[in-house]
């Protein structure tokens, strides 16, 4: 009798390894795109792997944000980021225009809920660790963006956000 403990692949080693994978089929593909296709996966190589060949399948060409956002029914973690700093706006239009591209696109409305309860948690993260401590598995670049949307909320609003994205989820 064997025993396995498995623990999730870290984001940065899976987006590695499917940049080895993409170079190798000669296939270009952008690094936000591959870091949506490592997200997807939440840890797993072989669901990245698979979820990977899903988008070299059925899309030709490049693989871009848009690509995999079309193929996987996902939508783009910059819509996050740009929906917080509408709401700093005051722009509310903003969640409707959201929520029709979700709807018309025919997106999965329960991944959009999973990745609005990721970045509010995120974002409580970053506002009850110090800036230099929080561990959270994202690409450099969105860690920049995380620290600028989290300054938009208070400790307060996240987990009443988080409390009611919960509810829906259930």
């Known amino acids: 009798c064997q025993r396995f403990n498995l623990k999730r692949i870290p984001l940065d080693k ?5 940049k080895m994978m993409t170079s190798g089929l000669g ?5 936000e795109a591959l870091a ?11 669901d990245a ?14 693989i871009t944000n848009q690509a995999v956002s079309e193929v996987l029914g996902i939508m783009n ?8 700093k509408a709401g700093k706006e ?17 997106k999965d409305a329960l991944h959009f809920i ?15 660790a110090s800036k230099d401590s929080f561990h959270i598995d994202i690409p450099q670049e969105e860690k920049e963006m995380l620290l600028l949307s ?13 409390d009611y994205l919960v509810q829906e989820q259930n």
Do not use: P, W
């Open 14 to 18: 899976i987006i590695y390894k499917l």
């Open 27 to 31: 296939i270009q593909a952008e690094s």
């Open 36 to 46: 949506m296709v490592a997200k997807r996966a939440e840890g797993g190589l072989r």
């Open 49 to 62: 792997e698979s979820l990977l060949d899903q988008v070299i399948s059925f899309h030709e060409g490049d």
């Open 77 to 84: 973690t910059e819509c996050l980021y740009a929906f917080d």
């Open 90 to 106: 005051g722009s509310f239009d903003y969640a409707f225009e959201l929520a029709h591209e979700l709807f018309s696109e025919g």
């Open 114 to 128: 999973d990745m609005l309860v990721h970045h509010f948690r995120n974002i409580l993260l970053v506002k009850i």
């Open 150 to 162: 989290a300054s938009l909320y208070s400790k307060e609003q996240c987990l009443d956000i988080l």
